[in-house]
């Protein structure tokens, strides 16, 4: 058997890589390559997507190495719209602003819609049925092969239209929603956890990761975090505006108070608690990358986002015997079915659970 490169979309994370068994060097000098990654399921290898590195492991793998490319599907078209669907558009976005949607629902909805419209250009969407849209979804799929999040997407951007624009009855859009995939939560052990958050030496990145974490945050609840939503003397971080647009409180860990303390004192934030280099509120670009240097320096697992250190917050939580309202709650979700998913990833090894097995 023959090693095996499975060549990379150019904006992948990382280069997967089979290693046959009786390659054993090869796979001891992967090994030692700091950003090599093993992963079980697959029996793959994996290492940063870079020029340098996908030279190296060519050459590494030796002329017996095949190349797997992958079979990418066309992209969508893109042409400009008549001024009559511009104007169209306009009074969608319009409608979603009234609405008050966040900013990142209306750019997706007016990108899925514009998509819609480009395609019925010529036909009067009020005329268009139930089979016309289904239509439509199914062409995306079959020609295009648009993942269930786009289908979902997609389908709530026209949804919309007909529901707030045109004032439609609610049948009008009952489509047929993809089956949602039950993936679980990647979640990192409290040693990698502890490894993380540690390895920055600027303390403001140290104390956003410790924040993340500690309070089990989403990265825009992070960079929104006033100065006085830390209430020490009440023990609770309060996050305002958070999704959906509710308040809630999470717990303020005391060793977090500590570490938000020494950072206060030496960067002194006048409004938000973490400032961008020219005030304002920090970016959230910045803040992943920040995340990213410190799982890469502290090795843990290269597809961990800044995410699963809310995944983790909540698993470990419940591991510690946390009542699952009260995560519930610290989280923010509406529903205890959301929170329920972390029981799935709570730790099952031997080391916390005995086999029925061990007492034949």
């Known amino acids: 058997m023959d090693p095996i490169i499975y060549h990379p979309h150019p904006k992948a994370g990382r280069i997967k890589f089979f290693i046959p068994f009786p390659m054993k060097a090869v796979r001891e000098a992967v090994k030692d390559k700091q950003d090599s990654f093993y992963h079980p399921v697959q029996k793959l290898w994996s290492i ?63 990108s899925e819609f514009r998509q819609f419209l480009m395609f019925h250009e010529g036909k009067d969407l009020k005329t268009l049925d139930k089979a016309s849209i289904a239509s439509y979804m199914a062409g995306l799929i079959q020609h295009y092969g648009i993942s269930g999040t786009k289908q979902n997407q997609t389908i709530n951007a026209i949804k919309c239209y007909y529901e707030h624009v045109l004032g439609l009855p609610r049948e009008y859009y009952d489509l047929q929603r993809p089956k949602k995939a039950k993936r679980l939560p990647n979640v990192l052990s409290q040693e990698e956890v502890k490894r993380l ?85 920090y970016a959230v670009k910045s803040l992943q990358m920040v995340f990213r240097r410190a799982a890469e320096g502290a090795q843990v697992d290269p597809w961990a986002t800044l995410h699963t250190l809310r995944h983790s917050f909540a698993t470990h939580c419940l591991e510690q015997g946390i009542n699952m309202r009260q995560v519930q709650v610290m989280l923010g979700h509406e529903s205890a079915k959301t929170t329920q998913i972390y029981t799935h990833v709570i730790g099952i090894s031997s080391k916390t659970i005995k086999s029925p097995l061990d007492n034949l």
């Open 197 to 281: 958050i540690s390895f920055p030496k600027n303390l403001k990145h140290k104390a956003m990761l410790h924040t993340v974490y500690g309070g089990g945050l989403r990265a825009g609840e992070l960079i929104k975090l006033r100065v006085r939503d830390i209430r020490s003397d009440e023990g609770y971080i309060f996050i305002k505006g958070a999704k959906g647009k509710k308040d809630r409180r999470t717990i303020l860990s005391q060793k977090l108070l500590i570490l938000l303390r020494s950072y206060y004192k030496e960067y002194k934030p006048s409004y938000w608690l973490f400032e961008g280099q020219e005030g304002g509120q």
């Open 48 to 110: 940063r997507n870079t020029a340098e590195n996908l030279h190296w492991l060519k050459g590494l793998l030796g002329n017996d190495v095949k190349v797997c490319e992958k079979n990418t599907k066309p992209a969508l078209p893109h042409r400009e719209l008549s001024s009559s669907l511009l104007d169209t558009l306009a009074i969608y976005e319009e409608k979603l602003l009234l609405k008050a949607y966040s900013g990142h629902t209306i750019r997706t909805y007016v």
